[in-house]
T-cell receptor, first 115, second 112 residues
């Protein structure tokens, strides 16, 4: 595709609900990243995929957060039993080969509000 | 653990002047450093990358320096324009070699 696409753009959830956020990376990009960005802060790393393999999930804040990329393209970030502190913008990024030093292409993010 | 610090205060400058943003880091020796621009409601957009063995890099009105002794990068926008108003983020390769770790960003406002 032309760029990284994320959906939904906005999501409002009641506390305790499960949510699923989708990311469509640039076609052919090997690497896919999820970041969490709180208001006024920089993006915080959550997890990294190289093709379908999740190579790093050290940034996931709790076991309520789960990410997958089963066919090495589209990825889903799932948050179970959402809490108010999960409210943030969730950004997805992809890069071409996954080599260190590559620039990242970001989507516009999903803004999650947990009430 | 790795710590990245950017100017915490917003930077307000007049159109035509040079904007200089600072990125300092500790507890790490990155192989490269990247700068991104982020507009409200959008994801970050890549601007420039500089490697540890490069002292300076330029692209049009942008210039980045990288001092690995001081553990600091400076990002300059010359002849600034109101359209340059945005938040600028610096990012370093993380310990794992995969992820980029970002600073909080510096908000730049260029007034006519």
């Amino acid at each position: 595709g032309a760029g990284v696409s994320q959906s939904p753009r906005y999501k409002v959830a009641k506390r305790g609900q499960d949510v699923a956020l989708r990311c469509d990376p640039i076609s052919g990009h090997v690497s896919l990243f999820w970041y969490q960005q709180a208001l006024g802060q920089g993006p915080e790393f959550l997890t990294y995929f190289q093709n379908e393999a999740q190579l790093d999930k050290s940034g996931l804040p709790s076991d309520r957060f789960f990410a997958e990329r089963p066919e090495g393209s589209v990825s889903t970030l799932k948050i179970q039993r959402t809490q108010q502190e999960d409210s943030a913008v969730y950004l997805c990024a992809s890069s071409n080969t996954g080599q260190g030093g590559e620039k990242l292409f970001f989507g516009s993010g999903t803004q999650l509000s947990v009430l | 653990s790795q710590k990245i610090e950017q100017n915490s205060e917003a930077l307000n400058i007049q159109e035509g002047k040079t904007a200089t943003l600072t990125c300092n880091y500790t507890n790490y020796s990155p192989a490269y450093l990247q700068w991104y621009r982020q507009d409200p409601g959008r994801g970050p957009v890549f601007l420039l990358l500089i490697r540890e063995n490069e002292k300076e890099k330029r692209k049009e009105r942008l210039k980045v320096t990288f001092d690995t002794t001081l553990k600091q990068s400076l990002f300059h926008i010359t002849a600034s324009q109101p359209a340059d108003s945005a938040t600028y983020l610096c990012a370093l390769d993380g310990d794992s070699g995969y992820a980029l770790n970002f600073g909080k960003g510096t908000s730049l406002l260029v007034t006519p």
